[in-house]
Structure formats: C-alpha cells, structure tokens
C-alpha cells in the first residue's frame, strides 16, 4: 500500500534536570514527530530532535525539510519511499532520520513481520547502555555519578569541557570513588591537539574505557595524531556522519571506534550501511543518539539488538532522563540494563 499522508507535530518532554555538554545545555527534549500512513490505514512514526549544534538543524529546520521531501515521497510504497528519500537534497540527515525509521516500520508492517523478525533479531537477552553525567562543577558530577550509580548504572559518560584541569579533576576523582563502573570521556570537540595530548598522556595510567571525539569533527589529522600516542581508545563522532566519513576515518586510522547516530547519518537505513561496513571491517562501533524521544530510541535499540555484535557500547540513556518514562517505549529499562517487551 501506497504512502498517502505524512504529517508532523512539536512534542516537547521534560528532563530530570539540565542536561550539559560542551556545545549546549538542555532543559527539555524538544523533537519533530513524523506520522506517516498509508492508504489501508497503516501509520507509524519518526522523531527527529533540535539539535542544531551537532546537525545544524533546530525545529524550524527538520519541518523545513520534511515540508520539502513529502510531496516526493507521496504515493510511492514504502519501500520505494525510502530509496527517493536517500536520493534527495534539501533535507538534512535528522529530518531523513524521522521520515526513514517510520518508512521502515511501514515496509515491515507491509511485509507482515514484526521489527523483531525484520532485523533478524535472535538474541534478545538484556544489553547495557552508558548514562550521561552532564558538564557541571566537580561536585555536582559527583554528585551525579553517585546518584546514578544507586540507580543501578554502571557505564558512566562523562561530559567535560575546555578546561583539561577540570576533566583531569573529574575523571580522577570518579575513577577514584566509582571503581566498579566503567567510564567514557566525551569533549566533544571541546579540545585543541595539544590539550588532547596532555589529557592523554596525565590519565595513561587509567582505567578509562576511550575518549570521545577530543577535537573538532573536520581535525582527522589531529585526531589521528592523538589516536597514535594515546593508550586509551579514541572514539570518533561528530567526525562521522555518512558512511563516506567512516571510510575516511577508519581507512586513515583515525579513531579506534566510530560513534553512529541515527540524527547523523540520515536513519536507519544508513546506519545499517555502516554497521555492515565496520562489521566487515572488524570495527567497533558505539550506537550513541541525542536527546530524543521514545520512537527513535526505539528505532536505534532494534539495531542494537541485531548488531550486538559490532557495537560495543550503546549510548541510548534519553529515556532515563526524562522526568516520566514515555508509554511508547518498546524496551524495558532497569538500572544500566534494556530489555525489550517483544
């Protein structure tokens, strides 16, 4: 059946407390939401969040785009919908992300199969996902972690910022206190060379897990360079959007992972593009997303089901977040660990 209706509305949920990071802070998860339906009545849905600091599109800009894309991809299948989608410009990689996942649902629905026997999920044993520790002072990071961590959390990501005696600070101090968890270091490009080489070479020692993106996304070459001092693993992810940029990434020895986003990347569509590529590569990957809401976390979470064997750590922790679960989720989350209800 033919795609006869896509239409979009605001949603906004709110946060636990103020989510911090180099690049913004964040009160609310503020997202675009897709519904697309089909001539038999089938619909289902995407979300795309504002999140112009990292894809340089906000709200005005996602319905820009959806408002650009609909009249070609209306009565076309689903199927059919998805290829026009990914030929397209004019629309940034979050709005094709929104349009994608629920195209995919669609096209599952069309085919009668479940999400789960579409991506071929066999093992559904529970996985763990990091939780994020916002860039704060040093107590209230401790604060947090501690907090986290009575939640049943175990994978501490860590948000730091410019100043490299803070995150030096910080991350000692958690490592110190929060021994039995594990932690990941995010700059978020907060992070010249040199810095980035000083953080390296002061926490060498250490038990952290990698560090995530130090520099800016278009320093591969710095990034290469810390790459090949450091002992502890570097993560690239706002460096990689596009399959095109892992390559570029993986083939130059620039990073020992690659974050993928589905924001990023354009979907689900494309993020299986480049999960089948690190897979054929040998590398590991982190499945990591903005603040979102629960349709594209559930989107994100099917992959990381089907390709638990590329990803090695999952970052999927905007629904622990939010101030009250959303009903739409199709996982379970306890502590640091997600199961799904499937």
């Not at 501490?156 to 039995?180: M, P, Q, W």
């Not at 570029?248 to 020895?253: A, D, L, Q, T, Y």
Request: with cysteine; glycine share 8%; charged share 25%.
């Amino acid at each position: 059946m033919k795609i006869v209706d896509i239409e979009t509305k605001i949603v906004s949920l709110e946060l636990k407390t103020p989510f911090k990071t180099a690049l913004r802070t964040a009160t609310h998860v503020e997202f675009v939401r897709v519904k697309a339906a089909c001539e038999d009545g089938s619909f289902a849905y995407g979300e795309a969040p504002a999140t112009k600091a990292v894809t340089g599109e906000g709200i005005e800009e996602i319905l820009a785009g959806i408002s650009h894309a609909k009249d070609g991809l209306l009565f076309h299948m689903p199927k059919e919908a998805i290829d026009i989608l990914h030929g397209m410009g004019g629309i940034g990689s979050s709005a094709k992300a929104a349009l994608d996942m629920a195209f995919i649902r669609l096209d599952a629905i069309q085919s009668g199969r479940t999400l789960e026997e579409y991506f071929g999920i066999t093992d559904k044993s529970a996985i763990q996902s990091a939780i994020t520790i916002s860039y704060n002072g040093v107590d209230e990071m401790l604060r947090d972690a501690a907090l986290a961590c009575e939640d049943g959390m175990s994978i501490l990501k860590l948000k730091v910022g410019g100043d490299i005696s803070h995150a030096i600070s910080i991350t000692t101090r958690v490592l110190e206190e929060f021994s039995h968890a594990k932690i990941l270091v995010d700059a978020n490009q907060a992070w010249g060379l040199e810095e980035s080489l000083y953080f390296c070479k002061a926490m060498q020692d250490s038990a952290i897990e990698l560090i995530e993106q130090p520099v800016k996304a278009n320093e591969i070459s710095a990034l290469k360079e810390i790459k090949e001092v450091s002992n502890i693993p570097i993560l690239a992810d706002e460096s990689v959007f596009t399959l095109e940029d892992v390559k570029r990434v993986v083939e130059s020895g620039s990073a020992d992972m690659i974050n993928i986003k589905l924001m990023k990347c354009g979907g689900v569509t494309k993020a299986i593009e480049i999960l089948e590529y690190a897979r054929a590569e040998g590398v590991k990957c982190m499945l990591g997303s903005m603040l979102e809401g629960p349709h594209s976390i559930n989107a994100a979470l099917y992959l990381a089901f089907a390709y638990r064997d590329v990803i090695g750590y999952i970052d999927l922790d905007s629904p622990m977040l939010l101030k009250e679960l959303p009903n739409e989720l199709e996982f379970t989350y306890r502590g640091s660990w997600i199961e799904p209800r499937f």
